[in-house]
């Protein structure tokens, strides 16, 4: 089984501008399943199909399968199958040796920042960027899954 050891962090916009990033991509992920216990995903990049089962997390950690799709067949299931979707540009980053996704929000979670970083143990070290703030790991309101059917600018109201 695979199991996805991740955690989450809010980014400061100042700092992080400042950053070059020559690493971005598009991405778009619609949800077939959206439920707290599992998710099943799309999602679409610049040129690849993807689709991801997830499991109940735990701390940092959950079951994750994932496969590479058709392209076309992507498409197809996010626009008949996905009942809500999120946009967002990916950045990958090196940072000490340690490989972080910065995801910039788009549409109606335009603001919103988020950083992960993907451990191969739990208790593994690594230095934090100097445009991190915030750890959210295991909240649930920055999760891929419910901002998109609770966006970002709907939290400002």
Not at 147 to 155: I, M, R, T
Request: glycine residues 6%; proline residues 3%.
């Amino acid at each position: 089984m695979g199991v996805e050891i991740e955690r989450k962090y809010l980014v400061n916009k100042n700092n992080w501008d400042k950053l070059i990033k020559d690493d971005r991509h598009f991405i778009k992920q619609g949800y077939i399943i959206n439920s707290p216990g599992k998710t099943i995903r799309v999602r679409l990049t610049d040129n690849k199909g993807y689709i991801t089962i997830k499991g109940v997390s735990t701390g940092a950690s959950r079951p994750e399968f994932e496969y590479e799709i058709p392209e076309d067949d992507a498409k197809q299931l996010l626009d008949n199958f996905c009942t809500s979707a999120i946009s967002k540009i990916r950045n990958n980053i090196i940072y000490n040796g340690k490989f972080w996704q910065v995801d910039e929000f788009l549409e109606d979670n335009e603001g919103l920042i988020i950083a992960e970083i993907e451990l191969a143990d739990i208790d593994e070290a690594f230095d934090l960027p100097v445009w991190i703030t915030k750890e959210v790991t295991g909240e649930e309101k920055y999760y891929n899954s419910y901002l998109s059917v609770h966006p970002f600018k709907e939290w400002r109201k």
